[in-house]
């Protein structure tokens, strides 16, 4: 089994693991907790992954179970892992519950497709671009430079994930419209948008363009589609998130999150191709940034 990135995500594979185990041994959740002493709510809730899972606790289930040899070890070993504290914990004083519960989703996640219509995807944006996107803040809430010097280090950090081992797997849409809206002076956007047609480059990253020229059939706001991965027996659920200017919200049913992703599919079909993506991307750096950016 391999490890996670991220405490939350070892956590919820853990989850999935034990309810897995007691299907298998064909006990209810009642009958698990009799065994050990625990209500059936305390069985639940290690099942669904509500609250610590406490790696002694879990080595009685994994003694219910009869869990032997190498299994046993993996388990116990993301019950480890799932006790860890995450990089992001560092910055709960300046981040929302709800952006680090997001942070730590998105470093255990071994793929993202993300449709953006408003701002260039956080994993690609230059310092400054970001910089620039939580200063506008400041029209609606005061945030001290220390504070959004934080977040941009935050937002740095997260882009780690795309040159890691193994790196995460990114399929971006973005609307040409992002490319047009300014943030900060021209030179920050002859500097982001020339990172853009760089990084577009790296194998881990497909990017398209949906351009604004074109008849078009569907209508979404921006989104992400946080996807995990098999590991041992367990495939944990996409989680989709969807980012407003009160916070997160997110969406894990089956049935919804397929929604979700036949809509990312509906949108690449409707856009540019990753190369002609990436050339588009350069004739509109030149086009409407480069020498405004050289002038000044």
Request: glycine share 8%.
């Amino acid at each position: 089994m391999s490890t996670s990135r991220s405490p939350e995500v070892s956590r919820r594979r853990l989850a999935a693991e034990l309810r897995r185990l007691r299907e298998e041994s064909g006990r209810k959740a009642e009958a698990v907790g009799n065994a050990l002493g625990w209500s059936k709510a305390k069985v639940s809730r290690y099942e669904l992954a509500h609250g610590g899972l406490n790696p002694s606790e879990v080595e009685r289930l994994l003694d219910v179970y009869d869990v032997r040899g190498d299994r046993r070890g993996q388990l116990l070993a993301l019950a480890e892992e799932a006790m860890q504290k995450g990089w992001w914990d560092a910055y709960s004083d300046i981040l929302t519950e709800e952006h680090l519960a997001f942070i730590a989703l998105e470093a255990g996640a071994a793929s993202v497709r993300q449709w953006q219509t408003i701002v260039i995807p956080g994993l690609l944006q230059t310092e400054q671009y970001a910089r620039e996107i939580f200063s506008g803040y400041q029209d609606v809430r005061a945030l001290p430079p220390t504070v959004i010097e934080r977040r941009v280090q935050t937002r740095v950090i997260r882009q780690r994930l795309l040159v890691g081992d193994p790196p995460l797997e990114l399929a971006a849409i973005v609307d040409e419209a992002v490319l047009r809206r300014q943030w900060g002076d021209r030179a920050v956007m002859y500097e982001q948008l020339q990172h853009l047609a760089a990084v577009a480059e790296q194998p881990n990253v497909t990017l398209r363009i949906l351009p604004l020229a074109g008849p078009k059939g569907l209508a979404v706001d921006s989104f992400q589609i946080l996807e995990f991965g098999r590991a041992h027996e367990t495939q944990l659920p996409d989680v989709v998130s969807i980012e407003s200017f009160g916070g997160y919200l997110y969406v894990e049913g089956e049935t919804d999150t397929y929604e979700f992703r036949r809509a990312f599919e509906h949108l690449a079909q409707e856009s540019l191709g990753p190369e002609e993506s990436r050339e588009f991307i350069v004739r509109t750096t030149r086009q409407l940034w480069k020498l405004s950016a050289e002038a000044g």
